[in-house]
T-cell receptor
Framework: KAGVTQTPRYLIKTRGQQVTLSCSPISGHRSVSWYQQTPGQGLQFLFEYFSETQRNKGNFPGRFSGRQFSNSRSEMNVSTLELGDSALYLC???????????FGQGTRLTVV | GDSVTQMEGPVTLSEEAFLTINCTYTATGYPSLFWYVQYPGEGLQLLLKATKADDKGSNKGFEATYRKETTSFHLEKGSVQVSDSAVYFCALSDRNTGKLIFGQGTTLQVKP
């Protein structure tokens, strides 16, 4: 059974640019969540999608957005990048609420 | 709101020593509880879980018991190995949203 796949693994972007990250969940899982990990703030919830609908959203500015496709693959987009957006972005695949989340290896975003 | 507090790290142990990493939580309702482990440059891996009070999760020699009366989920291992060196995260899952709330992480270093 394939795990959660995130692409790309590494990204370097310039301030003001935008970026799109991709996540393919485990086959059969319809829920995808995104988290931001930084040394200062730890792991913070961005948003969660289920069957192409955003069900929950964390406390992040509107520059952070996402979507989910009919095959459950998800993308997140960050516009007008800031230096503080440099982080490891992790995608999690879940079978349902309260169940364990399976994480991808993450995308390391560096904003210069 | 819901929260998770872990003991401060880093924790440095000699091989074969006994490990305890404390974790307490605050939550409304009855969350599921998890321990995740993160190796350098990797995403999060589920180590163990417990879904209700008095459940004991176990995996690879690690154990944790869901204690509702003390709102705790301490991680233990009887004999650590060098390969256990990693960052350990305690987390709870809100049953209504599926959102994971993480502790700040505890770095474990095991010396030969």
């Amino acid at each position: 059974k394939a795990g959660v796949t995130q692409t790309p693994r590494y990204l370097i972007k310039t301030r003001g640019q935008q970026v799109t990250l991709s996540c393919s969940p485990i086959s059969g899982h319809r829920s995808v969540s995104w988290y931001q990990q930084t040394p200062g703030q730890g792991l913070q919830f961005l948003f969660e999608y289920f069957s192409e609908t955003q069900r929950n959203k964390g406390n992040f500015p509107g520059r952070f957005s996402g979507r989910q496709f009919s095959n459950s693959r998800s993308e997140m987009n960050v516009s007008t990048l800031e230096l503080g957006d440099s982080a490891l972005y992790l995608c999690a695949s879940l079978a349902g609420f309260g169940t364990e989340a399976f994480f991808g290896q993450g995308t390391r975003l560096t904003v210069v | 709101g819901d929260s998770v507090t872990q003991m401060e790290g880093p924790v440095t142990l000699s091989e074969e020593a006994f490990l305890t990493i404390n974790c307490t939580y605050t939550a409304t309702g009855y969350p599921s509880l998890f321990w995740y482990v993160q190796y350098p440059g990797e995403g999060l891996q589920l180590l163990l879980k417990a879904t209700k009070a008095d459940d004991k999760g176990s995996n690879k020699g690690f154990e944790a018991t869901y204690r509702k009366e003390t709102t705790s989920f301490h991680l233990e291992k009887g004999s650590v190995q060098v390969s256990d060196s990693a960052v350990y995260f305690c987390a709870l899952s809100d049953r209504n949203t599926g959102k994971l709330i993480f502790g700040q992480g505890t770095t474990l270093q095991v010396k030969p």
